[in-house]
């Protein structure tokens, strides 16, 4: 049995009993994409999701059954971006806005606001006002991370740490230049910025837990971790937060952004993986009994 909270922002889905100090997060599977926003886009409803991490929340949803919370997101990225600070705004893009500091996040059209989707496609025709880009910011992302933020925070009271797994998918082009020749490229790569977002403990077992499901895995590159990894990443406080990026073409059809006829069956390996990382982070019986 699992306990579930809907906001427009979030959906949170609790076991009834929390097993371990594990939290489970999508930030980018959203696809409640508002009507004035899909009406005022130069994209079309296919294109616009090309940004999203289309169906992680499936891959991901039996976590509360093994004792972990999941958080996932409703809101999409292309309308309000959960993995970047909440002042990553966009000159380019939003009204009234300075330029600040250079931010390679930002200056590719990819803040909190995004200004284009995948590819670099412009979602919009002209620049949105300031007072919209605040009303976004307050309706969607102050309360998903407040719900991050509490998560992490009883995993660390309950059991003296937390980790964060942020789950995310990446599309395979992601992955074109990156791997040496004669070598394989990865399917998983997980990011902890390099041990500042977590222990290097807390990655072997999630590293161990993917290739003992056949899978290949590497390390910070190209995906390192994003905002979350390194806004709630604090290891020397056992605070750990591992992104775990996917390759799409695994489980999805990217130009469709429509589950592929592997879906099922790779669910069921994530399934299998997750099960594996809950039972190397249950404690023992004593401490349980504490």
């Given at each position: ?68 919370p999941l958080l ?144 290949r895995v590497a ?53 299998g993986v997750v ?16």
């Open positions: 049995m699992t306990l579930r909270t809907v906001t427009e922002a979030y959906e949170l889905i609790r076991p009834q009993r929390l097993a371990v100090p594990l939290v489970f997060s999508s930030p980018h599977s959203g696809r409640d994409y508002p009507e004035h926003f899909l009406a005022r886009s130069v994209l079309d409803a296919r294109v616009i999701r090309s940004s999203e991490d289309a169906y992680v929340d499936e891959l991901f949803a039996a976590a509360p059954a093994h004792g972990a996932l997101a409703r809101v999409p990225r292309a309308y309000v971006d959960l993995n970047r600070a909440a002042d990553e705004f966009d000159p380019a893009l939003i009204e009234g806005v300075q330029r600040a500091p250079h931010n390679p996040r930002i200056s590719s059209g990819l803040g909190v606001i995004p200004r284009v989707v995948a590819q670099g496609r412009p979602i919009y025709h002209g620049k949105i006002p300031r007072s919209e880009a605040d009303l976004r910011i307050a309706r969607y992302w102050h309360p998903y991370h407040a719900a991050l933020h509490a998560l992490t925070d009883e995993a660390t009271r309950r059991f003296g740490q937390s980790v964060l797994i942020d789950c995310h998918s990446m599309p395979r082009e992601a992955l074109e230049g990156q791997v040496r020749p004669g070598f394989a490229r990865p399917e998983v790569v997980l990011g902890d910025r390099y041990g500042a977002a977590a222990g290097r403990e807390v990655v072997d077992r999630l590293e161990q837990a993917f290739r003992s499901a056949g899978l390390r910070n590159s190209p995906f390192a971790g994003a905002y979350i990894a390194q806004a709630y990443g604090r290891p020397s406080r056992r605070q750990h937060v591992v992104q775990v990026e996917i390759d799409r073409s695994l489980y999805l059809d990217e130009a469709q952004v429509l589950r592929s006829a592997d879906f099922d069956a790779f669910r069921k390996l994530v399934d099960a594996t990382v809950v039972a190397g982070f249950r404690p023992n019986t004593a401490l349980a009994a504490e």
